[in-house]
């Protein structure tokens, strides 16, 4: 398939986080068998990957109090992938008790966020994750890093792009198969998108790479098409765009899984995934939750009845 | 995977004319009538922000277009501060004289990239609407009045479906060479991506020279900033917004319509782009006017920045 803008990959695997991204930064707390019903339906849109839930302590993140039964409870589609948090060895035991074949380690590049999130240094954190990567090198379960805070904190401000470079590559290094860049308050612009890109891009490999864009200034997209002009070829996003912005009250999180689609099936880059599928599935969730949904895609395709 | 590393983004113009439409374009599409005293004060207020270019009315028959009902009198009230232009729009010769009897120094005229949809806007031919802006630009050279022309469904057309990026070519050339100084490229329905934003540039960049050119885009699909951020990487350097994204789509009820300025002046200071504006007097500005519709902005960064 060719590209229609030189340098674009041709083929965008989309990592949809819907299911425990955005439900846990929704107010409602949604009921298992919900949970269940959403991600098989996304397990049907051709998405290669949905992240599941969280096996963090249920006193922390109450959403994601139910993550055994959910896990225990969705279809295992082939080719899918359903990787879970797990923020300690506690963490990752259980999930893989639970049959989770792929886990997830959350790092980030700003230290009072790391103190003020997960009450720990950076440092300390990094230790904690190498022991669930020994665990799941020794179980051959491949392990995903995430760096929040890339492109600004709440607390901070500006992240120094060599910082977001050094602790990625510290995930990298201890097992990481990939790192995920997340722009957790969604202050990114393609200025500092491209900045913080060329300095992790000297330490780890592009395909390793994917950006976690969050909306919340509405730039998501443009700094997902900087990145991918840039070679990156994984983006996460979150169907409806579920998940507000919990350091900006009423502010909107993670951008659309379909919003993101519509650009790429634009751009002539190959998905896999079925952009009307992901939106009855968005749809569904949205009722079930009573509320809007934040993907501008689906508000324009639901009231004129038709897709470009 | 096409190659180990892509091009980086880039380079971007060093500055970018902000066209500020919400006066005319937004409130055009807004439900409420909004008073006469407001629209002053609404185009007092972005006078004071920066920005260079505020289209203040349309000189159409309230028949139609009831919102402009009182286009000789905002022309009229509003500070005409030195340095700004308050361009209004002519569909017609009457109209023409009208707004240059009222005041106007400036003025634009609406072409179309679509049949259909001239047909069924103003109820005549492509050919026949470039007829009758013949005598406006006539009228508007003998009196050193400037036109801006806009080109209508060059991304896609609520009627036709696809557009042709050659028939949009073919458009702007003409109005270009009827001597319109600027013409503003608009994805009305805001159906487009960067790819297709990038094949019709390509082929109006052929007639047209690009620092003549504008993009006009909305946001109903959420593709808008990723839109415009493709057209600054070809060269373009105006970009026409809408302050709070002010005015919906009349063809998708209930959808967004005009790109947010505030979230388009975020993304370009974050390219470190000049454009002279400042963002906190256009959110307040955002704010005056959303209070006014009572109506809640459009606006992403004015929505996150509310709430911090």
Not at chain 1, 266 to 282: H, K, Q, R
Not at chain 2, 30 to 44: A, G, H, R, Y
Not at chain 2, 175 to 180: K, R
Not at chain 2, 238 to 265: I, R
């Amino acid at each position: 398939q060719e590209p229609q803008a030189s340098g674009l990959p041709e083929y965008i695997k989309i990592v949809e986080v819907g299911p425990r991204d955005g439900l846990q930064n929704e107010k409602v707390i949604v009921p298992t068998d919900i949970k269940i019903e959403l991600i098989n339906r996304l397990s049907k849109t051709g998405l290669p990957v949905v992240e599941v839930t969280s096996f963090v302590s249920s006193k922390w993140v109450p959403q994601m109090a139910d993550h055994k039964e959910v896990m225990r409870g969705i279809e295992r589609h082939p080719g899918v992938q359903y990787p879970v948090l797990t923020p300690n060895l506690q963490g990752f035991h259980s999930a893989v008790a639970a049959g989770a074949t792929e886990v997830s380690v959350f790092g980030a590049a700003s230290e009072s966020f790391s103190k003020m999130n997960i009450n720990c240094s950076i440092e300390e954190s990094i230790e904690k994750f190498e022991e669930v990567a020994k665990s799941a090198r020794n179980m051959n379960i491949p392990v995903r890093g995430y760096v929040s805070c890339a492109l600004g904190c709440p607390y901070e401000g500006n992240i120094i792009p060599a910082k977001v470079a050094e602790v990625s590559k510290r995930l990298y290094s201890m097992g990481c198969y990939e790192i995920s860049l997340g722009d957790t308050i969604g202050v990114g612009t393609p200025g500092s998108m491209k900045k913080m890109l060329e300095a992790v891009m000297k330490e780890i490999p592009l395909s390793a790479l994917a950006v976690h864009c969050h909306d919340t200034y509405g730039q998501a997209l443009a700094n997902i098409l900087t990145a991918i002009q840039m070679g990156v070829s994984v983006v996460d996003s979150s169907v409806s765009g579920l998940g507000g912005c919990p350091y900006a009250k009423g502010a909107t999180g993670n951008v659309a899984t379909e919003d993101v689609i519509y650009m790429l099936d634009g751009l002539g880059i190959n998905t896999g995934v079925n952009l009307y599928a992901v939106m009855e599935a968005g749809n569904f969730i949205c009722t079930a939750l009573n509320k809007k949904t934040n993907s501008k895609v689906a508000q324009a395709s639901f009231n004129t009845g038709t897709i470009n | 995977r096409c190659q180990v590393s892509a091009a980086a983004p880039g380079p971007y113009p060093k500055q970018v004319k902000v066209v500020e439409v919400g006066p005319r374009d937004g409130l055009q599409n807004e439900k409420n009538i909004v008073p006469t005293p407001v629209k002053i004060s609404l185009i007092n207020m972005l006078s004071e922000t920066g920005l260079q270019v505020i289209e203040a009315t349309s000189f159409v028959s309230p028949k139609w277009v009831p919102q402009m009902a009182d286009h000789t009198e905002v022309m009229q009230g509003i500070n005409k501060v030195p340095g700004i232009s308050y361009p209004v729009l002519t569909p017609n010769l009457k109209g023409f004289q009208a707004a240059v009897a009222a005041g106007a120094k400036e003025v634009s005229i609406f072409g179309a990239a679509s049949e259909l949809f001239t047909r069924k806007n103003i109820n005549c031919s492509i050919e026949e609407s470039l007829e009758r802006f013949s005598e406006v630009m006539a009228a508007a050279r003998a009196a050193n009045i400037p036109v801006r022309g806009y080109v209508s469904c060059v991304l896609g057309c609520p009627y036709e479906g696809k557009i042709s990026a050659a028939k949009v070519a073919e458009v702007s050339k003409k109005m270009y060479s009827m001597g319109c100084y600027e013409i503003s490229l608009g994805d009305t329905i805001g159906v487009g991506t960067p790819g297709s934003m990038k094949e019709m540039l390509t082929m109006v960049m052929k007639e047209v020279p690009v620092g003549a050119l504008a993009v006009h885009c909305h946001d109903t699909y959420g593709q808008a900033l990723a839109n415009i951020l493709v057209a600054l990487q070809m060269g373009v350097s105006v970009v026409d917004a809408s302050v709070a994204g002010l005015g919906g789509c009349p063809y998708a009820q209930g959808a967004s319509g005009n790109v947010a300025t505030e979230d388009l002046v975020y993304m370009l200071n974050g390219l470190g782009i000049h454009t002279g504006v400042d963002l906190q007097k256009l959110m307040d500005t955002g704010t005056f006017i959303c209070n006014a519709l009572n109506r809640r902005t459009n606006s992403k960064v004015s929505q996150a920045s509310c709430r911090l």
